[in-house]
């Protein structure tokens, strides 16, 4: 049976590319989703980022609706709303070995979150080569390729080569490693991921008589060990990777059934 | 379940109020936005945008920067359609 989760997604990606005339490009739509594609709703937060840090501006609206869509749902839009997470999580179920990312390599997306999206545009223009935006994968899969095959594949520049190869690892990677792109690059995900400390929303235990069967660690996309906090009587999403999915509750053999989301 | 302690719920108003704040802020900015091209007699003409226009404009590279002045990239007078961004 597909999942509430995954009709969310599938939604999501119709949705959040379905603006065939209108277009609201001034709100931030703090998901991985490209702006420069046409059929796009909202403005990428990243993109504005880059852009603004090119300018030497503040971006007050695009800072101001991450904060409040992340201090209201902390990264639930991660787990129910990103195209380029759902890609993952169906490219994740392609039946090979798998394996988990080393913990450190989680602290990466916080450095590309300052220097390439803030700091190299501010100080080498909102153009320079060494922006996020020149090597997202999202932008790769919704804008570069298709321009390729629009073109006929003509002779790509260097720039398009990087920015495609990078889509290429991605997405070889997230096969055999659970979301990885989200664990290791994604700068919505760094911006976002201290904030599901601080979000109103809040994944309910899905049991108070936690038995040690370790399902939702094995459920869970992000390899956050939720059976950890559920255990010691804290909401399963207070964790920086945590991706929102719901998925710890919905597998726990013990949930209550009177407890339900707190949405 | 554990509720939120008490410092992490005043962070989380205080920093609603902050995300409102900023929107409010941004909401209420305005940019000079130079034509290009259009100088006449050593006066350059401009467009007043607000915030909201300058992240559509930033989409698509609708604006750059040189120096201390913003340039606008298309004819503003003229209806824009869709445009993607050039990266």
Known sequence: MVSKRRISQIFSLILLHSSW????????NPVLSCHSCVLSWFACPIGVFVQYSGYHL???????????????????????VCPFGFLQDLLYKIPTRKFILPRWTGNIKYLVLIIMVFLLPFFLGEETMYSFCRICPASALQVTLPNMISSGFQAAPLATVVKLSVLVVVLLIVIFSSRAFCKVLCPIGALLAPLNFLSFWTVKLPTDNCVPCQKCDKACPADNSPSKRISAGKAPNRSLDCVVCHECR?????????????? | MKNKPVYLRILTLAGLIVALALLLVGSL??????????????????????????????????????GEKFYSTYDRSKPRGKTACPT
């Open chain 1, 250 to 263: 919905s597998v726990c053999p013990k949930k209550n059934r009177k407890n339900r989301y707190n949405q």
């Open chain 1, 58 to 80: 503040f971006p007050y609206i695009a800072i101001g609706t991450v904060l409040l869509v992340g201090l209201l749902l902390g990264k639930l839009l991660c787990g129910w």
């Open chain 2, 29 to 66: 900015r305005f940019y000079k936005v130079y034509e290009t091209g259009t100088e006449e007699f050593g006066i350059l003409t401009f467009y007043k945008i607000g915030e909201p226009q300058m992240v559509v404009d930033s989409t698509f590279h609708g604006v750059i920067r040189k």
């Open chain 1, 21 to 28: 005339g209108l277009e609201l490009k001034w709100l931030c």
